[in-house]
């Protein structure tokens, strides 16, 4: 047998050389390259190898471990999880930092690899710096932490175990039905070790992603239960996308005349303007899709998990006769709503289902419902695109018992009078069509799942599977290394650009140019609408300095000038606090070739409303306040209304 003697962290950083995917026949490499922050767990393992000979993966170096993590999920989930990049930190605090995201990867069921650094294997030095110690059990470090976040957890703490450790990686890394963050725990000591590895270990690796297809019993389990249904509703989820589905899915809506709603990871799998997508569903939802939804007495999803915003807490569908047939390659999905299950992969299940339908020629019975429910979204997002403020008297979209005091202390302290909504409407009608917009938390995913009409296909890039603050602008550098010849955009506010922007200036860095649009409200805003919707005051949510007097935060805003700090980066940057100025910034930005940040301050309270929705939180029992105990009343009474599992 033929061997090759090479370091633990030589060995992989070769095998990962050698790894490709091939789909329908198109065969690409699947690991683009590795971001680093290195330390004294990992550079001298992994950053040796990787200065030694990386091969053809492109060294990229981080500054936030989270962040730096965010920006291979952006990209792998721009390259619809075909190609990833690895991810490594030294042991303690920089592989703490990756845990976040790297659940942030599990929730939205997108590939990253993590290599983090780990204690000594022979604990010969222990404790090391950074180290934790657990009386109870000297094997726990750091990294055991990442087992709850992770579709596949290894330590790697021989040489030799990084053979099937890494194998077993790359199998749940290319499983569409299991994917996730994978974490390979690399003891430093081991990182350098040798090992004689046969040479087949680094042969080329082609995994093949196959379209799982529908069993014909499946089949027919689903063309029954469609043939009693007047009412369908699909469902267009990120499986969708993932699996290239998108004409299959609009295909077989234009066959059977079925009306097609959107989570927020299917989003943009077809443009807005199609006549039978009536847009986002749910607790973000819009209003002609929650209008169907009502009335739908049977609701195919389509690469769906059925999240609590997508379901409205499994409250909106009020249909009595409704039920639920789910097309999904996992089968813990599919499974979701007690629903009829067709496990396979979307594309071809859209196929099958649609040759297997067509025989009878059914058609579904909506009549004029969908167009006018699309009519009617098309003049309610006219209408937010044009709310202005109008001074004394002026009541914003979010009309709760904040005081009106607030607007106008904002527009003193700011000079700006701009609500959120006019905003998204100058940049939904001035953005190129194919740029992409990127988001995760904060208000902005609702209003943009709600209003945001998306005229090109793969334009709408949402983390909502876990909403992580900090996710926006660090995964925007990853979506434009994987799309770089189109214009990214990322929508943040301005408590998630606090939370976490730390690949911006490796932005900079890579000369890959991203646009920030920030709007600043001077407030946790969508926290503070949940918690005054539900009887609460404004309590911890605006930014304010504390007050001498009362002791409480309750003083001024706290202003921030986001634009310094993102021109002390490098950033070309904006303040805005007009339309005028924000046409103009958009125009300049366009022209720029280094990433740009719009600083624009919007008032608080002026994102947009829910519609027909209503969404499960935890609220107090008992209370002295009876518009708290008003919620708590109401809560027991949608329950009640709510399908239980």
């Known amino acids: ?46 950053g040796q190898a ?20 965010h920006a291979a999920i952006g990209f792998a989930k721009q390259k619809m999880r075909r190609q990833i990049y690895a991810c490594t930190s030294s042991v303690g605090p920089g592989a703490a930092n990756m845990i976040t995201a790297a659940a942030t990867a599990t929730a939205n069921r997108i590939p990253v690899l993590l290599l983090p650094g780990d204690v000594y294997a022979t604990r010969q030095p222990d404790p090391v710096l950074q180290q934790i110690e657990q009386s109870h059990d000297l094997s726990i470090s750091t ?19 990084l053979m099937s450790a890494a194998i077993n990686a790359m199998r749940v890394l290319t499983d569409p039905a299991e994917t996730g963050a994978v974490t390979l725990a690399l003891p430093q000591d081991v990182q350098g070790e040798a090992y004689d590895y046969p040479d087949y270990f680094f042969a080329k690796r082609v995994h093949r992603i196959d379209r799982r297809p529908a069993t014909a019993a499946m089949l027919a389990d689903a063309v029954a239960l469609l043939k009693g249904k007047r009412k369908p509703l699909l469902i267009c989820g990120g499986g969708v996308k993932y699996s290239g589905a998108a004409e299959a899915l609009q295909r077989f809506a234009e066959r059977f005349e079925i009306p097609f709603a959107e989570t927020q990871a299917g989003k943009s799998a077809i443009v807005s303007a199609h006549p039978l997508n009536v847009g986002g ?54 499974y979701k709503l007690d629903a009829v299950q067709v496990v396979a992969d979307a594309r071809a299940g859209l196929e099958a289902l649609g040759e297997a339908l067509g025989h009878g020629g059914y058609r579904a019975q909506w009549g004029e419902a ?59 009608r001035t953005l190129a069509d194919d740029a992409i917009i990127v988001g995760a938390s904060g208000s902005l995913p609702g209003d943009l799942q709600r209003i945001w009409r998306c005229k090109g296909t793969d334009t709408y890039h949402m983390e909502y599977g876990y909403s992580c603050m900090g996710y926006e602008v660090n995964a925007a550098l990853g979506v434009k290394m ?32 991203i646009n920030i649009v920030l709007l600043d409200n001077m407030t946790f805003g969508c926290i503070n609408n949940l918690q005054m919707e539900h009887g609460m005051d404004s309590f911890g949510t605006e930014f304010r300095y504390r007050n001498p007097e009362t002791g409480k935060l309750d003083g001024g805003f706290v202003p921030v000038d986001f634009a310094m700090s993102a021109a002390a980066y490098g950033c070309k940057t904006y303040r805005v606090k007009t339309l005028d100025e924000l046409h ?62």
């Open 1 to 46: 047998m033929s061997t090759i003697r090479l370091t633990m962290a030589q060995a992989l950083v070769k095998f990962l050389d050698n790894q490709y995917v091939s789909v329908d026949g198109v065969e690409s490499k699947f690991v683009k390259g590795i971001f680093t922050i290195f330390g004294h767990g990992n550079v001298l393992g992994l």
């Open 370 to 428: 969908t167009a006018q429910a699309k009519a009617r979204l098309k003049a309610e997002v006219d209408r937010v695109y044009a709310v202005e403020y109008s001074g004394e008297g002026f009541v914003p979209e979010i009309d709760d018992h904040l005081p009106r005091s607030v607007l106008e202390e904002f527009i003193e302290l700011t000079g700006s009078s701009l609500t959120q909504s006019q905003v998204l409407g100058v940049l939904n």
């Open 482 to 513: 994987a799309e770089p010849e189109r214009e990214v955009y990322t929508l943040v506010g301005d408590g998630s650009y606090m939370m976490l922007h730390s690949e911006l200036p490796t932005s900079i860095q890579e000369r890959r140019k």
């Open 584 to 645: 103009a910034a958009l125009e300049d930005a366009r022209r720029q070739s280094v990433s740009t940040l719009i600083d624009i301050k919007v008032l608080p309270k002026t994102m947009i409303h829910k519609y027909l929705s209503w969404w499960r939180v935890g609220g107090a029992r008992v209370s002295k306040s009876e518009r708290i105990a008003a919620v708590a009343r109401m809560l027991e009474d949608n329950i009640a209304k709510a399908r239980q599992y």
């Open 281 to 334: 569903i749910g607790e973000t939802g819009c209003l002609a899709a929650n209008l169907l939804a009502r009335e739908a007495d049977l609701v195919i999803g389509v690469g769906t998990r059925y999240t609590d915003f997508t379901t409205a807490s499994k409250w909106i569908f009020q249909n009595p006769e409704v039920a639920f047939l789910n097309l999904n390659v996992s089968a813990f999905d599919a």
């Open 50 to 69: 990787l200065e030694q000979d990386p091969g053809e993966l492109i060294v990229h170096q981080g500054r936030n471990e989270q962040g730096m993590v």
């Open 143 to 161: 990294n055991d932490a990442f087992r709850a976040v992770s579709k596949y957890w290894d330590r790697v703490s021989r040489p030799e175990q």
